[in-house]
């Protein structure tokens, strides 16, 4: 999912996570940031994917699948 650069990011410092929604709906998930360096623009993207151990994901997979996502939503 993609966020908002204006959404007010709450860090956990106990998890590394960061809380995205409020109430019931809310979760602590990682968050990658990164600017397309063609357009100048700034993306933060939320995901669940794991960043350390076995099935560890790294920044830039993330990039890389979002990218991919939205290259076939785009067909």
Known sequence: MSI???YKLEFDEQTGLVKVGSGQNSGLYRVVS???LKTQIEYRLVTNLPFDGEA???NEEVMEIY???WGVELL
């Open 67 to 69: 990218r991919c996502r």
């Open 4 to 6: 908002s650069n204006s």
């Open 56 to 58: 560890q994901v790294s």
């Open 34 to 36: 990164f600017c397309d």
